[in-house]
């Protein structure tokens, strides 16, 4: 039988128990901002000394790696691929997990994730039209306009991929299994930023450059709501049985 524990009337917790859950969040804290700060040292890195070369070692060593793969048939599955990184896909999917989150009665969980993918598509809508990069020329595809630096779809692809992340990092499934389907997560924002490539429509420093925003701004996020909501990780919601392949256990931040 499932025991809800309100704020105010749980019961002492141990200090084995207290000490632990410190630990566990400084150790989050330390890596979050060390993860920060690595990621915005490389996005000035990349800015200052890469795109505003027209051409660079790795933009071409990637255009000449993808080249003798381009075939109508890889062109029909790159672009099969880049959908999920368009708001046909993303929309409706942020929307059945944020409807997931408030049914769990998981507020502060829903707001992360809105606050994240909002705030990170807003920053590569202003990225944009800031360093005016124009597009690789001879597409595979038609219908991509606007400048390309930081690639759109990619950043959509990687968001995506750090809320699910978030989410299954605070299940309760077994630790193997969360490493093996976080290989899989991770892979699906990498292949949609390489199908920008092959397409032709990105160059890969767009796609490099959508990874470093997305890890610096989520690492942002996450120590400001770990900061203000620290207080409540020790109160804990079940959530769904882990048999069922569902989240079973996250800790719950709402009254």
Known sequence: MRKKIRNGSSPGLKLKEILTTV????????????????????????????IHEKQNAIDNAAFLILRPYISETHTRIARIVTFFGTGSFLIPSYLLILFFLLRKKLNYYAMLVTAMVMSNLLLGWILKPLFHRPRPGFPLIGGAGGYSFPSGHALGGFIFSGVMLVLLWKSRISIYLKWVISFFISSFGIIIGLSRIYLHVHYATDVIGSLFITLAWFSLFYIFFRLMYKHKLYEKHELNDPIKGMISETYQFDN
């Open 23 to 50: 630990r566990i969040f400084s150790f989050e804290f330390m890596a979050l901002f060390n993860l920060l700060v690595f990621s915005l040292l490389l996005f000035y890195f990349l800015v200052h000394y890469v």
